[in-house]
Nanobody, 120 residues
Framework: QVQLVESGGGLVQAGGSLRLSCAAS????????MGWYRQAPGKQRDLVAD???????NYADSVKGRFTISRDNAKNTVDLQMNSLKPEDTAVHYC??????????????WGQGTQVTVSS
């Protein structure tokens, strides 16, 4: 299994910055893709950004140019640097990972979520 632990959420004013971090642990052989999703109250959970083992990145249109995703394959961590934050970025942000797990095959894991609140 894969366990994901997130950190770095909080309250910030519009225009400010936050950095989210996520560390993976468990009995896996490889982590193919790591990423971040977010869910605002009453809305569906949407992709924010993800990154492959080869560092290919993918961003939601709403965060392009403001957010940067990065990962450290040796440490099994993924970070999301969020700049120029807007009130509409307010949501619970979830770390996710797709990994090859010993005895299970490919498995998707989710973190517990971290709240990001942007005040106007």
């Amino acid at each position: 299994q894969v366990q994901l632990v997130e950190s770095g959420g909080g309250l910030v004013q519009a225009g400010g910055s936050l950095r989210l971090s996520c560390a993976a642990s468990g009995n896996f052989l490889n982590i193919y893709t790591m990423g971040w999703y977010r869910q605002a109250p009453g809305k569906q959970r949407d992709l924010v950004a993800d990154i492959t083992m080869g560092a290919n990145t993918n961003y939601a249109d709403s965060v392009k140019g403001r957010f940067t995703i990065s990962r450290d394959n040796a440490k099994n961590t993924v970070d999301l640097q969020m700049n120029s934050l807007k009130p509409e970025d307010t949501a619970v942000h979830y770390c996710t990972a797709r990994a090859l797990v010993t005895g299970l095959g490919i498995s998707d894991a989710w973190g517990q979520g971290t709240q990001v609140t942007v005040s106007s």
